[in-house]
């Protein structure tokens, strides 16, 4: 198969790098060029594009892994964008956390001209896109996830088919949800309990063999908030994005949700005091500023 790959991100690399070593013949497009080449460096059998519209002439599947839906339209729209030059019958994967309702405008635009539309985004975070074993979450017919699926398998090791266009962008949106949720209640926990007077890593040792666990307790926090390392490999921005997507999402389907929209209103209020570039586990320093108590361990 002929594919393009659109987005060389802290997450598109390692997926378009997969691609790049399997049997399909694959153009990349970044924004930033010098990305696109230092990627076709370390694979010589890789094209590099010089516009959107260019990247995806002639190919089966096109693969787009932008911050949102908006940057998505942008490339199908702007002067030398993607839509003229998609070819009838091939497939938009779009990987990106998108929303819903703009993959199925999306979606409904490209049908006009033969193309189909699956939303695909993506979790399990940096490591398991290296790894290969991403879950992938799926929205579209399911003649056209049937066609995608064996590029997805490339990077994919979990994927399940969603329903129609837009539903794979909606488990990825409350999933996230579930993620800020999760930072920031352990977060608040892990403050209160350090100011009255417990070791923050004595009280993550019980609550991670106690009901009140979760992957943020077991993994993220011990590992980058407590040894206050804090490597970037998924950005704040981008998970307040996704939560305001959910919390949007649960509002237009008449449900309350107090606890989603009050995730995405604290998610946002912590993405504009720390900025584009921290990591989503940074939250926890939000709650610690307005907490007066730092994550750390206190018996080092
Ligand atoms: P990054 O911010 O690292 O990369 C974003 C990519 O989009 C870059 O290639 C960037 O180009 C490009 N881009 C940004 N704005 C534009 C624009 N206006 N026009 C064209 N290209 C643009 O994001 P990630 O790779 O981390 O994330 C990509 C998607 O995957 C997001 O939707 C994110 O929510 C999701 N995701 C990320 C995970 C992670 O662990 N990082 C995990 C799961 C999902 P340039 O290089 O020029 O900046």
Redesign the pocket.
């Known amino acids: 198969m002929k594919i393009a790959f659109l ?6 690399t390692p997926m378009a790098h997969h691609i790049a070593g399997s049997k399909h013949e694959l153009t990349v497009w ?3 060029t010098s ?1 696109a080449e230092d990627f076709v460096k370390a694979h010589n059998n890789v094209v590099v594009a010089s516009s959107p519209a260019d990247a995806v002439g002639g190919r089966d599947v096109v693969i787009t ?4 839906s908006v ?1 998505v339209e ?2 199908l729209h702007r002067k030398d964008g993607m839509l003229p030059s998609l070819q009838e019958g091939s497939v938009l994967l779009d ?4 929303d819903p309702e703009t993959s199925r405008d999306i979606a409904a635009e490209l049908a006009t001209r033969g193309i189909e539309f699956v939303d695909a ?3 399990g ?2 490591i398991a896109a290296v790894e290969a074993r991403l879950t992938v979450m799926c929205g579209g017919s399911e003649a056209a996830f049937t066609r995608v699926k064996p590029v997805i398998e490339i990077f994919g090791k979990k994927i399940v088919y969603c329903g129609p266009v837009g539903t794979g962008h909606t488990v990825k949106a409350v999933n996230q949800a579930l993620l800020a949720v999760h930072i920031l209640a352990t977060a608040e926990a892990l403050v209160a309990a350090s100011k009255a007077g417990v070791n923050p890593a004595v009280a993550l040792d019980v609550i991670n063999a106690s009901s009140g666990r979760s992957n943020s307790s077991e993994n993220l926090i011990p590992a980058r908030a407590l040894t206050r390392e804090f490597p970037r ?3 704040l921005a ?1 998970l307040d ?2 939560v305001d997507i959910a919390a949007r999402l649960a509002q237009s389907v008449g449900v309350p949700a107090p606890l989603m929209q009050l995730a995405a209103r604290l998610t946002r209020e912590a993405h504009e005091l720390l900025g584009e570039e921290v990591d989503h586990v940074e939250a926890v320093r939000f709650v610690e500023k307005h907490g007066g108590a730092e994550i750390r361990d206190t018996a080092k």
């Open positions: 987005g060389l991100g802290d997450i598109g970044n924004r930033t990305k892994c932008l911050p949102s940057e942008e490339l990987c990106t956390s998108g985004p993506v979790s975070g940096t490999t998924f950005r981008l994005k996704d």
